[in-house]
């Protein structure tokens, strides 16, 4: 009993243990059943069962083992099969894990590289956005600097304006001080290539020094002839070739612009401006001020624009560079040299960067100032050699592009008698070669040179000019006193205009019978002394004014008195105003005399910028004989009434002084005299109304009254006026000769416009 319990614990343990170990089925049903119907049997008897015998113990042992044994191979089988199956399952796990892992590496990696995408999409995007912000940022940046620039530039373009306007403000208050005319070097002769080498070397180390406490003021002096104005024209051109301020004014007798000494002070002022920043400040402050408005005396003037501007600013003292030269040429043709010589004097020795080279010829009104300058040096042209340079001269004309190559035989034979006549006179020399080449009189030129030789000559310059106006003289068929009449027009017209052909021929006596022509051939045969320009007739040289305006040096045959000038061209003026004509043979049609609306305007209420054309209606309305004797009658008058009052009784020849006053009471107190002041009008020369026209009436005892009863009786027929309004005071002044008269009548017609 004891082994069947064991034996079925041994199948109940290894079915367990096959249970346990395997999930195969066919083995565990086998062994359950087996089992199964061991219990069965032992169920079903169990009373009953005898037990089994040994062989049936040992035959079941037998089974029981080879169905262990078979169980067991089953099983091993069966474990293989399930570790088969196992390591397939394991297998396909591992290769699902594989496929799983490869997928989420695939998948981490598409995730990765989705991640880098986005990422690099988002970098993209940020680079993107952060490049437009930037060119955003850039722009904005830009456009505040496009902006800021423009507003800079437009700041900068408002500030140059204001500058350029203030520059522009400042320099038409400082060309107050300029007169209208060219007073620089320019346009003037220079000397010959070769020539006044020395004096030229040393005024140009002079002027390029800077060393301290050296001359400011180099005074050129010599005779009238001798080279001034050609070494002063010379330099002038040189000094402004270099990158430093400079300034020139050369003085002319014959223009009142350049004689005058308000014009010569306001252009040294101008320079000084130009030199000096601090003082043209001090000068444009100074002529802003209405004070310099009303200024009439030039000494005034000089304190106004030079001495006190001079004085008020801090002058560059010690400085080691001159900034500033102006160069003064012909210092005693100014009116006032006195003066002049004085203002030249206190700017060297006040200012330290300005050098002044002034040349003049030694007059004891110039010297005296000079001479008390501190930082003065004087030179005087003879001290030079310059018949070396006249007979240069005289050379570079004997050559064939010469003037005088057609009679180089002639020259040549009396060459150094040339230079020697010409005793350094360099205008002797160029006179002599111009009547030569345009007379070609040998004979005349000959007779200049014995005339000289004479112990008891005068000085071979004047020898000169009374042979060219004689051989004038003889070959015209003019009256022999034409030629000096003409000669004394020229020299009385230097304090006024050139006076051209034709108003020359207006001026002559009706007496003498001189045709236009006449008048042009005489002057082409006075060509040596006298100039033909587009303004007019005037002297090739001063040293001709000098001549003509001295009896003793022109010879009683060929000289007029001054006195005797003034009254012809006074009533000539005069003549031409009220008549129109004063020559019954002129070859020329001369337009009348003053009449009402000359010009044919067609109304006198229109300004005259508002008329058109009004050049050409003047141009061809009024003549220009007219226009001189409008501008200038009064000059001449006063002129001559002046020099009458110092000539004693019957000292002078030919003179009414009762015609001359009798014409301008037939002139003055009827309605030519508005005619006259239409015609200053229109030809924009109605400043010339001025303190003259008292002058007229005192010194030629006209009784005002009876012009002003006149004139109040014939303005009524008067319809015109058109005045600039820079003379306004000048027609003030001109009223007070007629005003009570106005006061008592008013014509309706009679108009004023100030335009």
């Known amino acids: 009993m ?61 089974i029981l083992e080879k169905q262990r044994e078979k169980m067991a191979h089953a099983f091993v089988m069966e474990i293989r099969q399930v570790q088969k199956e196992e390591a397939e399952v394991r297998r396909r796990r591992e290769a699902e894990e594989r496929d799983r892992r490869l997928r989420e590496a695939e998948e981490h990696l598409k995730e990765k590289e989705r991640r880098e995408r986005e990422e690099e999409y988002q970098r993209r995007r940020d680079l993107e956005e952060s490049e437009r912000r930037k060119r955003k940022e850039e722009d904005q940046q830009k456009r505040d600097l496009e902006m800021r620039g423009r507003r800079e530039r437009e700041e900068r373009e408002k500030d140059e304006g204001k500058a350029r306007q203030k520059q522009m403000e400042d320099e038409a208050t400082l060309k107050q001080l300029l007169s209208s005319n060219n007073s620089s070097y320019l346009g003037k002769s220079e000397c010959i290539a070769e020539t006044r080498v ?13 060393a301290l406490g050296e001359d400011r003021l180099f005074w050129l002096y010599g005779v009238a002839g001798c080279g001034k104005s050609a070494v002063a024209a010379s330099i002038s051109r040189e000094l402004d070739n270099r990158d430093r301020p400079f300034g020139s004014f050369f003085c002319k007798r014959e223009e009142e612009d350049r004689r005058a000494p308000r014009h010569l002070l306001g252009h040294l002022a101008y320079f000084l401006a130009k030199g000096y920043s601090v003082f043209k400040k001090t000068l444009i402050k100074a002529l802003r001020d209405p004070e310099f408005l009303v200024i009439k005396d030039d000494q005034a003037y000089f304190e106004f624009v030079i001495k006190k501007p001079l004085s008020t600013s801090k002058s560059r003292q010690g400085s080691s560079e001159t900034s500033l030269v102006i160069v003064i040429d012909a210092l005693d043709e100014c009116n006032d040299s006195e003066l002049a010589a004085r203002c030249l004097a206190y700017i060297c020795d006040t200012a330290s960067w300005v050098k002044i080279i002034v040349t003049s010829r030694d007059l004891p009104e110039i010297r005296g100032p000079l001479e008390k300058c501190s ?8 001290d030079d050699d310059a018949l070396d340079d006249i007979r240069r001269l005289l050379d570079k004309e004997l050559e064939p592009e010469g003037r005088l190559a057609r009679m180089c035989w002639f020259i040549k034979e009396r060459r150094e008698a040339f230079v020697e006549f010409s005793q350094g006179l360099f205008i002797w020399l160029d006179t002599i070669i111009t009547f030569i080449a345009n007379e070609g009189n040998l004979d005349a030129v000959e007779k200049v040179l014995v005339d000289a030789l004479r112990p008891e000559a005068e000085a071979s310059l004047d020898i000169l000019y009374r042979a060219v106006i004689k051989n004038a003289a003889e070959k015209t068929k003019a009256s022999r006193t034409t030629v000096p009449l003409i000669i004394g027009f020229v020299v009385a017209s230097s304090s006024t205009q050139p006076l051209t052909p034709r108003v020359i021929h207006a001026l002559l006596p009706p007496s003498l019978l001189v045709t236009l022509e006449d008048v042009e051939l005489s002057l082409a045969h006075l060509g040596a002394i006298l100039v033909s320009r587009d303004h007019g007739i005037e002297a090739a ?4 004014l000098d001549f003509g305006a001295d009896k003793e040096r022109c010879g009683e045959d060929i000289w007029y008195p001054p006195v005797y000038i003034q009254q012809v061209m006074a009533t000539g003026c005069l003549e031409i105003m009220i008549y129109g004509t004063r020559n019954s043979k002129r070859q020329h049609q001369v337009p009348a005399g003053l009449c009402f609306n000359i010009c044919d305007l067609r109304s006198s209420y229109f300004k005259n910028s508002e008329v058109m054309a ?6 061809s309305n009024v003549s220009s004989e007219l226009v001189y004797s409008s501008l200038y009658w009064t000059k001449h008058l006063v002129n001559y009434l002046l020099i009458t009052e110092t000539l004693e009784k019957n000292a002078s020849r030919d003179l009414d002084t009762w015609k001359v006053s009798q014409m301008v009471a037939d002139f003055l107190p009827t309605e030519r005299s508005l005619f ?15 303190d003259v026209l008292i002058d007229i009436s005192e010194y030629s005892q006209l009784e005002v009254s009876f012009c002003l009863s006149n004139l109040a009786s014939s303005t009524h027929k008067c319809h015109f006026c058109r005045y600039s309004a820079r003379s306004h005071n000048s027609l003030l002044k001109f009223a007070t000769l007629w005003g009570s008269a106005m006061t008592l009548y008013r014509p309706a017609h009679l108009t004023f416009i100030f335009v």
């Not at 930082?375 to 003879?382: D, Q």
């Not at 040289?541 to 001709?544: A, N, P, V, W």
């Not at 009004?614 to 141009?619: E, F, P, S, T, Y």
């Open 198 to 210: 020395s004096i030229l070397g040393e005024l140009k180390v002079w002027a390029e020094s800077s």
């Open 541 to 544: 040289h001063t040293s001709i």
């Open 614 to 619: 009004l050049d050409q209606r003047v141009a």
């Open 676 to 690: 006259w002041l239409e015609v200053l009008s229109l030809t924009g020369e109605l400043g010339r109304v001025d």
């Open 2 to 62: 004891q082994t069947i319990i064991h034996a079925l614990a041994l199948i109940s343990r290894l079915y367990s243990e096959t249970r346990k170990r395997s999930n195969g089925r066919a083995n565990a049903v086998e062994c359950e059943r087996l089992v199964t119907q061991t219990v069965a049997r032992l169920t079903l008897f169990p009373g009953h069962v005898a037990p089994p015998t040994s062989a049936e113990v040992d035959g079941l042992i037998l």
């Open 375 to 382: 930082h003065r040096r004087a030179h005087s042209l003879f």
